[in-house]
């Protein structure tokens, strides 16, 4: 079984709709979380933390449920510009330098 | 300020050339981690460094070597390329423990093995 696990996609939204999409880890020991964005054929980019209590940040809200081992992203009033691949990464260990990283999650806003 | 640069960009190899690809960061980082990104795949860890002088095994590091003798350049070498070794490689680079910051990526190197 994979450490980390995401639904490839893609999904297909209008402009200013809402798209969500989780993302499981098998670790349940597992510390930290995260969300990176990777634009095609560029680099990834962290987009934001994932906290135990949940988080926004703009219209990017994540939310994590420990007891379901996963992790969520919510994005609302989606733009041209939020047409990218999320990575979902989570540290299995505190005290490890290994990230795992999801394959990733394409999401494709259209006009 | 440049932040992380891998070179090459681009190369493509006859299976059983060698090379190394150089990842520079100017953040004065101390850990440096080369990853490698297949189709389908996350990002798997190769090698890392915690600090200058200091290399570790990832996930996936046979086939693979790397040195890092001064503290902003980290190289990947493959002493002979496979055609399992095509992949995008992307270099990063961190202030601290993964756990508690973030990674800086570098552009990536696509790299073929013919």
């Known amino acids: 079984r994979k450490e980390v696990e995401q639904d490839p996609g893609p999904f297909n939204v209008p402009e200013g709709a809402t798209v969500a999409f989780n993302c499981t880890y098998s670790?349940?020991?597992?510390?930290?979380f995260f969300w990176y964005r990777q634009d095609c054929r560029k680099e990834p980019k962290l987009l934001m933390s994932?906290?135990?209590s949940g988080n926004e940040d703009g219209r990017f809200t994540a939310q994590l449920n420990r007891a379901s081992q996963y992790i969520s992203l919510l994005i609302r009033d989606s733009k041209l510009s939020d047409s990218a691949t999320y990575l979902c990464?989570?540290?299995?260990?505190?005290?490890?330098?290994?990230?795992?990283f999801g394959a990733g999650t394409t999401v494709t806003v259209r006009a | 300020n440049a932040g992380v640069t891998q070179t090459p960009k681009f190369r493509v190899l006859k299976t059983g050339q060698s090379m190394t690809l150089l990842c520079a960061q100017d953040?004065?980082?101390?850990?440096m981690y080369w990853y490698r990104q297949d189709p389908g795949m996350g990002l798997r860890l190769i090698h890392y460094?915690?600090?200058?002088?200091?290399?570790a095994k990832g996930e996936v590091p046979d086939g693979y070597n790397v040195s890092r003798l001064k503290k902003q350049n980290f190289l990947l070498g493959l002493e002979s390329a496979a055609p399992s070794q095509t992949s995008v490689y992307f270099c990063?680079?961190?202030?601290?423990?993964?756990?508690?910051?973030?990674?800086?990526f570098g552009e990536g190197s696509r790299l073929t093995v013919l």
């Open positions: 994932v906290y135990s």
């Open positions: 953040m004065n980082h101390e850990y």
């Open positions: 460094s915690v600090g200058e002088g200091t290399t």
């Open positions: 670790n349940s020991a597992s510390q930290s």
């Open positions: 990464v989570v540290n299995p260990l505190s005290n490890d330098y290994k990230l795992s």
């Open positions: 990063a680079s961190s202030r601290g423990n993964i756990h508690t910051g973030e990674l800086f």
